[in-house]
T-cell receptor, first 113, second 114 residues
Framework: AQSVTQLGSHVSVSEGALVLLRCNYS??????LFWYVQYPNQGLQLLLK??????LVKGINGFEAEFKKSETSFHLTKPSAHMSDAAEYFC???????????FGTGTRLTIIP | GAGVSQSPRYKVAKRGQDVALRCDPI?????LFWYQQALGQGPEFLTY????????KSGLPSDRFFAERPEGSVSTLKIQRTQQEDSAVYLC????????????FGDGTRLSIL
């Protein structure tokens, strides 16, 4: 069965520093991968998605992620953190033949002023 | 345009009561999903509709959980004889349909069972 693992339930970075949130997937076939962000008391908002068109995916708010098949990873990065980036981030996977998403346990990002 | 709308935003019920949670998807979206999000966890899949057909209900935790989408638009998730372990945020999402289409989420219904 497909799954994703997010390393680090909490990540803190200083404002202006690099943001790196880790996601590894487990799938026997090429997956579709997504990153979502969740602000308090809100639903999930799509940041970006990988659907095999390009390994480096650019999303909203300056985020990007790189699909690395050899490492089964899809880490999320942003060159310079902003206070407004503080939120919960979820990596998710779906596979051809099934639209449902399987989510990781999430990473809470804190930005230090 | 209007996003996915869920109501109520908050629901408090006594153990044993029945509850109904409503989801209004984005107009024209074929696919509709329900997820359950426990405190501090990622969402977990409950069930999926394509138009009015319920194609996957493998995530429903028990036969107390029931979902419907009779006209292929609004959906209702019903929980009968609620238990404390049912306390969670219930998220609804819709998409135009297709494996690469992103799902658009509502703000959820926070259910608390006393």
């Amino acid at each position: 069965a497909q799954s994703v693992t997010q390393l680090g339930s909490h990540v803190s970075v200083s404002e202006g520093a690099l943001v790196l949130l880790r996601c590894n997937y487990s799938s026997s076939v090429p997956p579709y991968l997504f990153w979502y962000v969740q602000y308090p008391n809100q639903g999930l908002q799509l940041l970006l998605k990988y659907t095999s068109a390009a390994t480096l995916v650019k999303g909203i708010n300056g985020f990007e992620a790189e699909f690395k098949k050899s490492e089964t990873s899809f880490h999320l990065t942003k060159p310079s953190a902003h206070m407004s980036d503080a939120a919960e981030y979820f990596c998710a996977v779906s596979q051809d033949g099934n639209e449902k998403l399987t989510f990781g346990t999430g990473t809470r990002l804190t930005i230090i002023p | 345009g209007a996003g996915v709308s869920q109501s109520p935003r908050y629901k408090v019920a006594k153990r044993g009561q029945d509850v109904a949670l409503r989801c209004d998807p984005i107009s024209g979206h074929v696919s509709l999903f329900w997820y359950q999000q426990a405190l501090g966890q990622g969402p977990e899949f409950l069930t999926y509709f394509q138009n009015e057909a319920q194609l996957d209900k493998s995530g429903l935790p028990s036969d107390r959980f029931f979902a419907e989408r009779p006209e292929g638009s609004v959906s209702t998730l019903k929980i009968q004889r609620t238990q404390q372990e049912d306390s969670a945020v219930y998220l609804c999402a819709s998409s135009p349909g297709g494996f690469f289409q992103p799902q658009h989420f509502g703000d959820g219904t926070r259910l608390s069972i006393l």
